[in-house]
């Protein structure tokens, strides 16, 4: 195939690809024909770091370039294929903090890291069985990829005044994954309107104040950021975060912000297989104050809560008691 032809027929195999894989929400869009967007997304970006609201998140810096330049991931890359993975929105710990601290809902389960990318790895050698000379890189949170803004451009959502990629179906509990693909489908970007409107929950609910304006959000105030991100054992310095995190009793993430979104609240109140997955690990605060170390991987192995080490999540325990 010629670099510059264009697959007709890409749009649709990927899509079907997907769905063999369970995935029902997909798109795909050209590179070429996102460009304008793209430059208006990653000044955005570039502003943000200039804030420094990045923190200790370094690796967001370093890959700053290849979230500006996809060819650098896959140098053959004409298209972005995205895919949504909704997990459960059943509240995950204590909801009130009395008997035990809360858990962001991605936690539930095995490692979504592992568990999307093979998923992905499969949707992509379908997607290449029907032509040998396509290439595709998959990529899952941790290559450098700006995800949320592709998947805007395929259609998938729309990004939130809380910074997260809603779709007007599933909302924002959803992981989002990527193929880049080496041939051109000739879709260009389907982007949807913001129906976030007048409404400003997201904003008025975090109790970090984190979100200094309409979609900008200084992540060295987001509980996310704090229980998940921050390395340094020491406590921050600021007194109001550090009293506001304590109230929250998040050990691990947080959801505030989806909580209250109206798009999310339907599927909290429906039933929800996806939420029935298993989360080994104790929900009561004497169970986890003492918890070892060794007990602590074993419980965490093969989900996402074994990305935090254990002296870093004894160090949450402390700040929310």
Not at 165 to 184: D, M, N, Q, W
Not at 189 to 204: A, E, I, K, Q, V
Not at 208 to 230: G, H, M, P, Q
Request: charged share 25%; with cysteine; hydrophobic share 35%.
């Amino acid at each position: 195939m010629l670099e510059n032809s264009i697959d007709h027929s890409l749009k649709d195999r990927a899509a079907a690809a997907a769905r063999q894989e369970g995935f029902l929400y997909s798109g795909i869009v050209d590179l070429g024909l996102c460009e304008t967007l793209l430059t208006i997304h990653i000044a955005r970006y570039d502003r943000w770091l200039e804030a420094q609201f990045e923190g200790e998140m370094g690796y967001l810096k370093r890959g700053r370039d290849r979230r500006a330049n996809p060819s650098l991931l896959l140098p053959s890359v004409q298209s972005v294929f995205c895919v949504l993975a909704p997990y459960g929105a059943k509240p995950l710990g204590d909801t009130t903090g009395v008997s035990g601290p809360r858990f962001a809902r991605y936690l539930r389960g095995t490692d979504y890291h592992d568990e999307l990318k093979s998923s992905l790895n499969r949707v992509a050698e379908r997607i290449k069985s029907q032509d040998v000379k396509l290439e595709a890189k998959v990529c899952v949170d941790t290559s450098a990829v700006l995800e949320r803004t592709w998947a805007s451009f395929c259609g998938l959502g729309w990004i939130g005044k809380n910074t997260l990629l809603i779709h007007p179906k599933i909302g924002s509990y959803h992981f989002i994954g990527v193929i880049l693909l080496s041939a051109r489908s000739g879709v260009g970007p389907n982007c949807l309107p913001n129906y976030c409107g007048h409404c400003s929950r997201c904003l008025d609910s975090c109790p970090t104040r984190a979100f200094t304006n309409e979609n900008l959000l200084d992540a060295r105030k987001c509980i996310s950021y704090l229980t998940l991100e921050r390395k340094t054992l020491e406590p921050g310095s600021d007194d109001f975060v550090n009293s506001k995190l304590r109230e929250s009793k998040w050990v691990a993430g947080c959801d505030i912000c989806q909580e209250v979104c109206p798009f999310n609240r339907k599927r909290e109140l429906e039933a929800d297989a996806l939420s029935e997955k298993t989360f080994s690990i104790p929900l009561g605060w004497s169970e986890l104050e003492s918890i070892s170390e060794a007990e602590y991987r074993e419980k965490t192995a093969g989900s996402s809560l074994n990305r935090m080490k254990p002296t870093q999540f004894r160090r949450n325990l402390a700040a929310i008691r």
